[in-house]
């Protein structure tokens, strides 16, 4: 489903505000409107008494403790605070061990439990797209998404990786603490699966018009993975789509990730097609 086919929304059914709605947010250093629109357009699909709001703070400790005090329900974490925020919950699900990073709390009467659904994500789509964990990659990025991505990889089963990476120090330490090659430019590299997880291609940014690989690299690949999710269609998956490759987009990463939030926080499982929808009515 594309941006421009959103389906018709149905009749709102979901209670008006009052002093039992429970409340979501999440926290920014620039908040975006994909969550505030993906979880309230669930919200009313599912009558639910809910409603999410984003916010910025300079205060951590503070919001972190708003949260809890409050009964705020649930709490996307964004950059900057993904990881300073380990110290301020109370439980570490597998997923934010795995990569000492925080994407998601949820509250539980006072008790914090911290999740990763980037790395969940990552994951699930590796599953979906049933790759071949003996398949070698390239990945791109040495960042916390980087991170997430590369640890899924690791997790299930993806043995022969190497990251690329400029940044000598942050680079050689990932592929270091998860058993893979590094080096600082892909070059003339190749491998079955590429994966990009840096700006290259991100509306807006410096290199919105370029490709993370080379369309030698792409031809030699069979599945391209970007994480960019904004455009859905980047420069490496219009290439990639053009060459006949497996694609996974950045669109699908970001829509599964505020999936899994959203079951966590209300227990509820959308579909494919509603989050699809979701997804679609988020980036309209």
């Not at 942050?170 to 990009?196: K, Q």
């Not at 599945?223 to 998956?237: K, N, R, S």
Request: net charge negative; hydrophobic share 45%.
């Amino acid at each position: 489903m594309t941006d421009s086919t959103i389906p018709p929304r149905a009749t709102p059914t979901k209670p008006p505000l009052n002093k039992d709605t429970r409340l979501c947010i999440s926290l920014a250093a620039r908040p975006s409107n994909f969550g505030t629109r993906f979880h309230n357009y669930l919200y009313e699909q599912f009558g639910l008494d809910f409603v999410y709001k984003a916010f910025t703070s300079t205060d951590l400790a503070g919001a972190i403790a708003g949260v809890r005090a409050l009964g705020i329900r649930g709490c996307s974490v964004s950059m900057p605070f993904k990881e300073d925020v380990i110290a301020l919950v109370d439980e570490l699900d597998a997923s934010a061990t795995a990569i000492q990073s925080v994407n998601t709390i949820v509250n539980d009467d006072g008790y914090l439990r911290a999740y990763n659904t980037d790395y969940i994500a990552a994951a699930d789509l590796l599953k979906s797209n049933n790759l071949d964990p003996a398949t070698p990659f390239l990945l791109r990025g040495s960042g916390g998404m980087a991170k997430a991505v590369a640890a899924a990889l690791r997790d299930s089963g993806f043995a022969a990786g190497t990251i690329v990476a400029r940044n000598e120090t942050r680079g050689r330490a990932l592929a270091d603490e998860l058993g893979y090659a590094w080096l600082a430019e892909p070059g003339e590299a190749t491998a079955p699966l590429l994966v990009n997880v840096t700006p290259i291609g991100m509306a807006g940014g410096a290199q919105a018009t370029e490709s993370a690989f080379t369309a030698a690299a792409i031809a030699a690949a069979d599945t391209v993975f970007d994480v960019v999710a904004l455009p859905a269609e980047t420069p490496l998956i219009l290439a990639a789509r053009a060459a006949g490759k497996t694609v996974i987009t950045g669109a699908e990463v970001i829509a599964l990730q505020a999936a899994e939030q959203f079951e966590r926080y209300t227990g509820l499982r959308p579909t494919n097609e509603q989050v699809r929808a979701a997804s679609a009515f988020a980036r309209a």
